[in-house]
């Protein structure tokens, strides 16, 4: 492939927090976020990707790097060894206690439909000639009005879509810790999770993040 048509590429990895319940007093996710952590380098991504394998070495962890599951040693050497790198987050953020209406509250497809439609529409110039990865383990309907989402752009923005085994995949696994930094240390204020919130945000990873009213 010539240098000119890679370098105008990106290479996007998504994930999810949160669910579409609204039984807040009874168990449901108090916020939603959706995440996208974005290259436009492909050698970035690939040294990334190096950089998370490395850690595990380290640490002898066999498993995936996944953020409900991970120790506080876990975690901080996964930050530590991926804030060097050069991609950015795009974030959007949805509060339930504040949302009022009945299709969101009452259909799953029509809440998914309407952030995503949101998330991807209003990306302000900055995804262009992307291929989307998405984690396999997301809600089948998320991952159907992603794919409708994605239809409704112009192929100059996503150029494919595809659904990976997230254990298998690292940059899945950075998506995944990401917005797990950013629900437990930015939405719920936990300690360590705060920290990691803050490494993004010192190195400047954090490029965009909005809010779903």
Known sequence: ????????????????????????????????????????????????????????????????????????????????????????????FVDKSIIWSPNFKTDPKYFYRSIAGVFFRHNGGKIHNAMLYIGGDIDSRLETEIKTSVNNLTSSEIIGVQFIDSISHRLIQLADMVVTAAYKGFIKRDPRWYGHWMQLIENHLIDDMGWFY
């Not at 105008?8 to 579409?20: F, H, K, S, V």
Request: with cysteine; hydrophobic share 40%.
């Open 1 to 92: 492939m010539p240098d000119e048509i890679l370098n105008d590429r990106q290479w996007i990895y998504m994930d999810e927090a949160g669910g579409p319940g609204f039984h807040l007093s009874g168990g449901s996710s108090s916020h939603f976020i959706l995440c996208m952590c974005i290259f436009s380098d492909h050698t970035e991504a690939a040294a990334t990707a190096q950089s998370i394998i490395q850690a595990a070495r380290r640490l002898d962890y066999a498993d995936e790097f996944h953020g409900k599951k991970a120790k506080t040693s876990v975690s901080t050497e996964f930050f530590n060894s991926i804030i060097k790198h050069k991609f950015h987050v795009r974030l959007i």
